[in-house]
């Protein structure tokens, strides 16, 4: 029962406002980004490293040409509308970015875009099948959830209208669509699910990997802590409608999260799959993540041969200000190796 209480809870804290997702942090805090370590080992970094960081990032800032509202395309693309975005100049690194369960693009925030464009990269973005400009898909109905996890206990199967391997395809398909032969694959939370996936089934497509704050799902990680759960006693006294519309303001859909959430649990553990990444990868991961605690991380990079793992002081499950000229520095320096 536990396991359920897990994933029930999961899908009540992931319809919460994230605290602090591209958001300054409370006064006084701060954090840094991880040094160099060996493959698979963490590694954490100085305030030092992330002032510079920061002050890279800033020095660029005024001419920098992404917003989280610029116009989208949409496309029918492996078999349902697709909106994608670009960022950055035409003849840069492609990356692409994949986000997490109910988020739309918008939830990168123009600080971590623009970071990367400023570094001369080519930024995709697009919304997930189910979120923002992206189909809608709540014709395929809306799962159970305390049912379909009770399933998923007993070894029945649960009722997943979509999987991640349809999500991680809607990413190839907008490369496709771009005519983008490699790209580094960058995902959040499902969307590092997401990300895995795309490295393991298509690594020919996979320049690199970038894990952020994500999992392998193996069963004997830890459940999301007691502070975390603390945390949702607030979300129930909110009126919906008004919830709702302010999740969407921030690029959040939570009519997709039966449907997505049972996508991931339908994945199960996939342990197996992520041992199989041969790709260059980073995983990086909050200190402070009560969601998905760093153990999912650590367990991560432990499965990729040659990985780096980076755990970040004063982040959470989200990717606050002053964390985020941290994560781009790691993340150039991991796609433009030595």
């Known amino acids: 029962m536990s396991r359920i209480r897990h994933w029930l809870f999961v899908s009540v804290l992931l319809l919460s406002p994230p605290v602090g997702w591209g958001q300054s942090s409370a006064p006084g805090q701060s954090s840094a980004p991880g040094q160099s370590s060996a493959p698979g080992q963490s590694s954490v970094a100085t305030a030092q490293a992330v002032e510079s960081a920061a002050q890279a990032v800033e020095s660029v800032a005024e001419a920098l040409p992404?917003?989280?509202?610029?116009?989208?395309?949409?496309k029918k693309l492996n078999g349902i509308d697709i909106a994608y975005t670009q960022a950055g100049s035409s003849d840069g690194t492609p990356?692409?970015?994949?986000?997490?369960?109910?988020?739309?693009h918008r939830l990168w925030g123009e600080d971590f875009v623009n970071g990367l464009v400023s570094q001369g990269f080519r930024v995709i973005l697009f919304d997930n099948r189910d979120t923002g400009e992206s189909a809608r898909l709540d014709h395929l109905?809306?799962?159970?959830?305390?049912?379909?996890?009770?399933k998923n206990m007993i070894g029945l199967d649960v009722n997943a209208p979509y999987s991640l391997a349809?999500?991680?395809?809607?990413?190839?398909?907008?490369?496709?669509?771009?005519?983008?032969?490699?790209?580094?694959?960058v995902g959040a939370s499902m969307g590092g699910m997401i990300a895995q996936i795309i490295a393991a089934q298509y690594p020919e497509r996979t320049a690199s990997l970038v894990s952020i704050m994500s999992t392998t799902g193996a069963p004997h990680l830890p459940e999301a802590t007691d502070e975390a759960q603390q945390g949702l006693m607030d979300v129930g006294s909110a009126d919906e409608e008004e919830m709702t519309r302010q999740l969407h303001d921030m690029g959040m859909y939570p009519e997709a999260m039966p449907r997505q959430l049972m996508a991931i649990v339908s994945a199960g553990d996939r342990s197996e799959q992520v041992k199989s990444i041969g790709v260059r990868t980073l995983v990086q991961h909050g200190a402070d993540d009560p969601l998905l605690p760093p153990e999912h991380g650590r367990h991560t990079a432990e499965l990729i041969q040659g990985s780096r793992y980076v755990e970040y002081p004063n982040?959470?499950?989200?990717?606050?200000?002053?964390?985020?000229?941290?994560?781009?520095?790691?993340?150039?320096?991991?796609?433009?190796?030595?």
């Open 66 to 74: 992404y917003s989280r509202d610029q116009a989208m395309t949409v």
């Open 95 to 104: 990356v692409l970015l994949v986000m997490g369960l109910t988020g739309s």
């Open 141 to 150: 109905g809306t799962p159970t959830l305390w049912w379909e996890i009770v």
């Open 166 to 185: 349809d999500m991680a395809a809607d990413g190839i398909a907008v490369l496709d669509e771009l005519d983008v032969g490699q790209a580094h694959i």
């Open 315 to 338: 982040m959470a499950h989200d990717m606050p200000a002053e964390v985020v000229p941290a994560l781009v520095s790691d993340m150039v320096n991991h796609f433009r190796p030595q």
